[in-house]
């Protein structure tokens, strides 16, 4: 097998097709949580704490004084953003929150149901089938447990009580 043939099978198997997919969708989910904390959280919480722009905080490592950090770096100013780093963190917990949601969604859905994990006997092989099993998949017998029981404990008494007879 060549190197390309075996790269075309690995490209094209559906999970590398569902996590590429996934990575498209992640990164415009990530514009939109960008969009949502840039524009939508952060004013709100600048304007509480005092008309505060997180963009605008930074420390000036160069020693000149500037009004903004845009002034800052245009003028070539080592900074420190932390105000960025803020809303950076910000976006962080929003997309890790969201993640744990979805995660938690799909957990719940591939939990089997409690009924389809339970498991009867069949009557007549003796092997573990599953409980809404209607038919023994090793002697194809049909199971009705609690009518086959009765049927076969009736059976049972029936020969009991010919052998004692006689």
Known sequence: MSFFQGFKEFAVRGNVVDMGIGIIIGAAFGNIVTSFVSDVLM???GLILGKVNFTNLYINLSGGHYDSLAEAQAAGAATINYGVFIE???HFV???FAAYLVIIQMVKL???PMESTK???CPYCYSDIPSRALRCPKCTSEVDVEKQ????????????????AK
């Open 88 to 90: 950076t963190v910000i």
């Open 43 to 45: 004013p709100p919480i």
């Open 94 to 96: 929003i997309i890790a």
């Open 119 to 121: 498991v009867k006997t």
């Open 110 to 112: 591939r939990r089997a």
């Open 149 to 164: 029981v009765k049927e076969r404990r009736e059976e049972m008494l029936v020969r009991i009580n010919s052998k004692r």
